[in-house]
């Protein structure tokens, strides 16, 4: 693995992190890249340690060892909303939006890394504050536009459909103008159609925004229709690497998730 | 004993579980009904004066007090989600801060006393920016600490700060408190002078009806900050933290700087209360700023609504003046005994209310008096709409 | 030198009282994830009932306490059915918060009720007191010593090895498998709640007789000290609340028998030193000596 201070053209770098809580070792020397513009994905059984390896790269935890390399800056050693400010941009597995907030509320707590208003400002009403806000309202729009949400912006986010608050959380994410999206589990729960939809939604978000896009995900339908690359999880520990039709052969990986002596389908 | 538990979860959220801010504020922006409302509410506000005597005046200044705290209160607890029972420490640091700065120092009886012979203006002010920096130095410590474990530890700040007001007589004058300096403007004296006497309108203007004013206007121009601050991006972000701390974080939200920044102005509106709270006592003391006085403003809160700015003003005029009114009017109130006699006196009876109120309001409406009546105007809305027919 | 020991066993037995407050305190927050800010008013109904009945006369000492303990322990449990289960969903802060006006209520009326008198306890101990090479303590503070360490000693046995012992760690450490087992969080949260006012009611003897002269509105006032005996130990550390009764006991009565020495510190440290305590522990360990500590800071 590349650990000189050159990683290429390699968006994101994630370098032997180690992750131990409690007794357990929930990420064991993991190592990957996400190639810029690429769709990556993360599978592996439950409890292989996917979920907190989003949280690593997001901030929430640090890992024992290890390193995580974004745009050439350090991330294991910055808070989670100074990488935010770098354009690293996160969905939940659970849905963290304010139920009893309107979905514009909820997108624009996502265009807060990008504006200034302070509690100066906003409260006397410089001009600079409404003139942030009306920007931030119009680029809202837009981007529920672009997945869809139009007609819902109003709503209040803990009435809409499970696949509707899903898309929020896209949506909310998006408004941060990432340069780096996280998405975690994003079709968890849905049936075939929202699926479809999130599928698409995905590729669009590649082929508009041209961002790396590094999922987790159980669907293997999904996976490895859009996948550009696949890393595969067990235990903590990597056990497969490559594009998605590689990956579904390897031997490894069929054991991880069937058992052994059997084959998979 | 075993090895201590770790805490994994990372989108669990926490909050209020109250109704939120930005919805009820999204819905009443379109009501036609509110700009005409608060018009109506703002002249009699400033007619009250001309009609009415010095009893109730001086209530509306306790009243202003508390919305003024209460404001502050709600921008902590209600925004931000930070369950501080201190905040009678940061009124303390206005109200004696005032008095130590605006009094003339020297030798009161037997006892030194000390004194800055500031400005009442000047003091004011440097008052509450006292009680905002004694905000920003309780601010990291109690970022650090979980939600349930600041509420417990702002009790001991509550504590050590009446430790602090009892021992140090020459600033506090101890047990016995201290006279607050009067407050004047630059030319007008607030406090009733022999020979010079003020007339409005035909009313004569003293000391409580020029204090009034002065009450309404601070009280008014907080609550557009704080109704500003919730409604833009700083109220957003603090809700964020309140619900979701770490994902707040993840989003962009720096957690530990804006739960700075909430410690900072909500310590700042409690200095500010405790400025009027000295003006409409006109002599402090320490046994005033205790946990009593914390859990009421809390109480104010609750019952008027812990989001919203206007919930808190409500809440403390009803919290400020319910004990006075049942004082008033005990003769004709049946199951009230007069003060010191048995049985129930209204001052108690204000607390039961009080009490009851919190409890009944958590249980079946958190969002307090406020949505109550929110509640109310949508039924009102849906009966005259179904009254209409099809 | 003796006064150093008389100092420590006086501190001790105060911290045993301390921490039968703070063990009710956690055991609660344990079992129902709530901070009962109610917790002084159990000591005050409890003290209270007690000191009513063997005033009337006729009251055995024995029977009173009993009394008050039931007292302490209905109020307890009826907030807890009444109040706390319905708002089970609802946010820890907004419980908490709900309490805070209980307390409100109840300490209100028990106030009015003792108005400015004081209401002695009627115990049998009095103002005797014992003296063992050269130290003298209380009888009291003796009995405190002795009940306060049978009763966590109790506690613990059962805690570790009876059925709803096992089934209340089961609750705190992983609700919903204790679920799936078979555990009723509602009916061990109610046991919690039951131990919480057996333990105020109990400690509120302790803090009402010799050398105090008795129930006073005052005593609330120290009956809020198992706040930050509890939050010295470690909010959810049963084990911690212990710990942190004995630590605040012993600096409060160190302290206060020290004063001559500490006066620059001001009169009447002694009553804010277990704060103080607290604040420099949290500055230390954000989550107590023994409480659980967050991973995800980063």
Redesign the interface.
Known sequence: MNTSGTDGDLALVVDAVTVR???VTALDGVSFAVAPAAVHAVIGPNGAGK?TLF?VV?????PASGSVRFRGNELTR????Q???LGVA?T???I?L?A???VE?NL???R????R???IT????WPM?PR??RRDRARAAEIAAFVGLSDKL?A?AGALSYGDRKRVEVA?ALC?EPDLLLLDEPVAGMNAHETAVMAHLIRDIRETLLIPILLVEHDMGLVMGIADRVTVLDFGRRIADGPPEQVQRDPEVQRAYLGTGEEAS | MSEPRVDLAVDEPAGLGLPDVAAATARRRRSPARIPAALAGLVVALAVPLYVDAFWLQLGLFAFAGAVAALGLGLLLGQAGQLSLGHSFFVAVGAYGYTVLAAEGGTIGVSQQAGLALPPVVAAVLAVLLAGVAGLLFSPIAARLRGIYLGIASLGLVFVGLHVLFNAEPLTGGFNGRNVPGFTLPGLRFDSTSGEALYVLGVPFGREEKLWYLGLAITAGTYLYRRNLDRGRPGRALRAVRDHELVAGIMGVPVTRYKAYAFLISSMYAGLGGVLLALAFGRIVPETFGVALAVEYLVMVVIGGLATPAGAVAGAVFVACLPAVLERYAAVLPGLAPAGAQGVSPAVAARFVFGAAVVGLLLFEPGGVTAVGDRLRRGVRRALNRARGP | MTQFLQLLIGGVSLGAVYALLALGFVVVFKASGVINFAHPALLMVGAYVTARLTAAGDVPFTLALLAGVGAAVALSLAVQRLLVHPMAARSVIAVSIMTIGVDVIVQTEIIRRIGVDILPMGDPWQDSVVTVAGVTIPQTRLAALVVGVALIAAFFGWFKFSVWGVAMRAVAEDPETAALMGVRRARVSALAWVLAGLLAAVAGLFITVFPSPGLEPVTAAVALRAFPAAIVGGLDSTGGAVVGGLVIGVAEVMTQGYASELAFLGQGFHSVMPYVVMVLVLLVRPSGLFGTRELHRV
């Open positions: 809580f409690a007794g979920s949280n997001s901030g929430a935890y640090r910055l808070r989670p909303h990488i935010a400010g996160r939940f597995q659970n963290a304010l009893s907030a309107t509320e624009l707590l996502g807060h890394h990008l504006t208003a302070g509690f906003t409260a006397l009403r504050a942030e806000e109003d209040m909310r941060m």
